[in-house]
């Protein structure tokens, strides 16, 4: 069964507006943690941000935020201040403490950001 | 620091023949992880290492894949007697210790690109 579903179609963002990127998961397990990485054309994997599911506060990095509903299984990625750098695709993960540390990811969303 | 390193960065192979890609992870990092990434898709997991411990293998698509990983360096995925679809990004990650606590991020490398002719 998919844990992470991104099921947004590839998105056009103007630079310096925000966006907001959707991620829902499944798990049965009260403690897991949530990733968000970022993948430019150029293939590598970037981390970007992390919420553990018993962080009180949602997570914050500079211009990343994660808009955290435990009750919901969402963990949405926003991206504020949209820069032309941001173009890439967006994934993301669930680690699960039964399931050795591995990363379950979902398929991504396309996000270009446009001048 | 350095990063997770990968290499070759590219490797074109026949069908049939066996390969080797090799991953350096980021200096102490006991935990080391191997993912494959199809075209146009999301990371699937292969395979995890953690300092001795036996390694979690239950993500390996078939008896064609193994991995070794030599104390808490340097690690080698094998595929042997590729298909065509193998063909993917074979992408490496390290964390620090594999406890997955909040400091346990996976640091990615570049990843190889693997095509099977």
């Known amino acids: 069964a998919q844990k992470i579903t991104q099921t947004q179609p590839g998105m056009f963002v103007q630079e310096k507006e925000a966006v907001t990127l959707d991620c829902t998961y499944d798990?049965?397990?009260?403690?897991?943690?949530l990733f968000w990485y970022k993948q430019p054309s150029s293939g590598e994997m970037i981390f970007l941000i992390y919420q553990g599911s018993y962080d009180q506060q949602n997570a914050t990095e500079g211009r990343y935020s994660l808009n955290f509903q435990k009750a919901r299984k969402s963990a949405n990625l926003v991206i504020s201040a949209s820069q032309l750098g941001d173009s890439a695709m967006y994934f993301c993960a669930m680690r699960e403490p039964y399931g050795n540390n591995r990363l379950a990811f979902g398929k991504g969303n396309q996000v270009v950001v446009i001048p | 620091g350095a990063g997770v390193s990968q290499s070759p960065s590219n490797k074109v192979t026949e069908k049939g023949k066996d390969v080797e890609l090799r991953c350096d992870p980021i200096?102490?990092?006991?935990?080391l992880y191997w993912y494959r990434q199809r075209l146009g898709q999301g990371l699937e997991f292969l395979i995890y290492f953690q300092g001795n411990s036996a390694p979690d293998k239950s993500g390996l698509p078939s008896d064609r894949f193994s991995a070794e990983r030599t104390g808490e360096s340097v690690s080698t995925l094998t595929i042997q007697r590729t298909q065509q679809e193998d063909s993917a990004v074979y992408l490496c990650?390290?964390?620090?210790?594999?406890?997955?606590?909040?400091?346990?991020?996976?640091?990615f490398g570049p990843g190889t690109r693997l095509t099977v002719l």
């Open positions: 200096s102490g990092h006991t935990a």
């Open positions: 798990t049965s397990d009260p403690s897991y943690g």
């Open positions: 990650a390290s964390s620090l210790d594999g406890a997955g606590g909040a400091t346990d991020t996976q640091y």
